[in-house]
């Protein structure tokens, strides 16, 4: 499985750490170049420094072709453009976005990104330790709104190539 994780966070590189010894050809990609020290001697994945919210970025790091996406910096809103850039102009099929909000993780739950929230996640597991009742909610939220089409668009397809120029008619309208 060919993954990329944005953010060399304690969690991005625990899961790039175990997803590369597991056998998994893993990216992980960061703004600072420090953040790379959490990651084991051992790993044997690659460990770039660029902003993932450039899709030029994104496209000379390899994430084309990839089989899934994580988004786990500390900026919602970065997180939710890099993982709409992943699903719909890299057709990334399996795209995971860290939200922190509890209310905007279910809205782009509901506008078809899949989100995981350490707030929901925090709040089940110290009220299931007091014995209370909890939500329920899977830890990761698979998107419910509308689907993307898994194609990648006109701009990737075309990114070695000069865009060609739009034909004129003489019939479009201004």
Do not use: W
């Amino acid at each position: 499985m060919k993954v990329m994780i944005v953010g060399c966070g304690r969690v991005g590189a625990g899961l790039a750490a175990q997803l590369s010894a597991s056998g998994h050809d893993v990216t992980i990609l960061d703004v600072a170049t420090r953040s790379f020290e959490r990651l084991p001697s051992g790993f044997s994945g690659r460990a770039i420094r660029g902003n993932g919210t450039d899709e030029d970025v994104l496209r000379r790091t390899g994430l084309a072709g990839s089989d899934v996406f994580i988004a786990l910096t500390e900026g919602d809103n970065r997180n939710v453009l890099m993982a709409q850039l992943a699903r719909e102009t890299f057709a990334i099929p399996t795209v995971i976005a860290k939200i922190n909000d509890p209310v905007r993780a279910e809205a782009y739950t509901a506008l078809g990104l899949a989100t995981v929230c350490r707030t929901t996640i925090l709040e089940d597991a110290v009220l299931g330790y007091l014995g209370e009742p909890v939500d329920g909610s899977p830890a990761v939220r698979a998107p419910t709104g509308h689907d993307h089409p898994l194609e990648p668009t006109d701009r990737v397809a075309s990114a070695d190539a000069p865009p060609e120029p739009a034909a004129v008619t003489g019939n479009e309208e201004a």
